[in-house]
């Protein structure tokens, strides 16, 4: 990899802290749906201030997520999913920096007790505690901004039965310095197939995104208790592509390792997404056929569906 990096930039910090900004129909809602629809579809992301979760659980979060990664491979390889990119994943040659794992359902207890059973197997109910209650507080500003997205097309009708029919999978990251002058890749480029993705990171920067002119920005955070709120690819294809995903990698430099944890929304097994008829008019044929979120992504880790230009276009594609 080269020894360039690319220019650091502030995404939009929209504030999620404001008393009643939460809760719909506030002024402070009505304020901050304007910005979250403006920012995605500038950037398809924002950098969000949300002050539910406490500095402390933040530092306690972050705490946990290095327990993880000082357990020897043995215990992490234990994380085992049926589903692609669920559980463990590491080792990869082409990824050296690179480890995550993942719970899948992490706002549910008994999942969360699980992962931890299965890492700590005499239990760590400091863990399970800590992390269920950031999945918990986290998926609520999920579905604010799912909901401010909604309302802003006029689709909020449709909205319980989305919001509903959601997981949600937390997922820890560990990148490694690279230790040379070098900036090496931490992980490729690519768009998540979920519908919204939160991220935190400790104080090691890394991630950065491709603007709509295709240059590349380093993600600075504007405070370190910030999220960066993503739109993914299955969001987009219900709002028939009137929003876009916003294309990210991880470039790593310097010594230090970089922890990230994901939320990711996605539509729960069985459900189907299906592009609300208010999005569909003359300017704005209809792009997708109804799909099963699930066949989805078992075609996106096939060759053809890491092949395709858009995954989702080629599965079900008008
Ligand atoms: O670590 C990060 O900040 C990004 C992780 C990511 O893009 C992913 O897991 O999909
Ligand atoms: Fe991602």
């Known amino acids: 990899?080269?020894?360039?990096?690319?220019?650091?930039?502030?995404?939009?910090?929209l504030d999620f802290s404001m008393p009643e900004s939460t809760k719909p129909g506030s002024s402070e809602w009505e304020s901050l749906k304007p910005q979250v629809r403006e920012a995605l579809e500038e950037y398809g992301c924002f950098e969000a201030c949300f002050d539910e979760i406490s500095s402390e659980l933040l530092g306690a979060v972050?705490?946990?997520?290095?327990?993880?990664?000082?357990?020897?491979?043995?215990?992490?390889?234990?994380?085992v999913s049926e589903k692609p990119y669920h559980g463990y994943v590491g080792q990869i040659p082409q990824l050296p920096l690179y480890e995550s794992l993942g719970i899948d359902e992490a706002t549910v207890t008994e999942r969360v007790e699980t992962f931890a059973n299965t890492l700590w197997p005499q239990g760590n109910p400091n863990f399970s505690k800590t992390i269920e209650s950031y999945a918990e507080k986290l998926s609520e500003l999920e579905k604010v901004v799912r909901k401010m997205i909604a309302e802003s097309f006029g689709i909020e009708k449709h909205i319980d039965e989305n919001l509903n029919s959601t997981n949600y999978i937390l997922r820890f990251s560990k990148y490694n310095g690279p230790n040379t002058d070098d900036v090496e890749l931490g992980m490729a480029q690519h768009t998540d197939?979920?519908?919204?993705?939160?991220?935190?990171?400790?104080?090691?920067?890394?991630?950065?995104?491709?603007?709509?002119?295709?240059?590349?920005?380093?993600?600075?955070p504007s405070t370190p208790n910030s999220f960066i709120?993503?739109?993914?690819?299955?969001?987009?294809?219900?709002?028939?592509?009137?929003?876009?995903?916003?294309?990210?990698?991880?470039?790593?430099?310097?010594?230090?390792?970089?922890?990230?944890?994901?939320?990711?929304?996605?539509?729960?097994?069985?459900?189907?997404?299906?592009?609300?008829?208010?999005?569909?008019?003359?300017?704005?044929p209809l792009l997708f056929k109804p799909f099963n979120y699930e066949e989805f992504l078992s075609f996106y880790y096939t060759e053809a569906g890491q092949a395709a230009p858009s995954a989702l276009r080629a599965f079900c594609g008008m």
Request: glycine share 6%.
């Open 229 to 284: 709120v993503m739109i993914s690819e299955s969001l987009t294809a219900w709002l028939n592509v009137r929003l876009r995903a916003t294309c990210h990698r991880v470039m790593m430099s310097g010594n230090e390792a970089r922890y990230s944890l994901g939320l990711y929304s996605y539509p729960k097994d069985g459900s189907i997404i299906e592009v609300p008829e208010e999005m569909v008019d003359e300017e704005h």
């Open 1 to 13: 990899m080269g020894s360039q990096s690319c220019p650091s930039s502030k995404l939009p910090l």
């Open 62 to 79: 972050l705490r946990s997520t290095e327990e993880i990664f000082e357990l020897p491979l043995e215990s992490k390889q234990r994380n």
């Open 193 to 220: 197939m979920n519908l919204v993705t939160i991220l935190h990171q400790n104080q090691v920067d890394g991630l950065e995104l491709q603007t709509k002119d295709g240059s590349w920005i380093k993600f600075q």
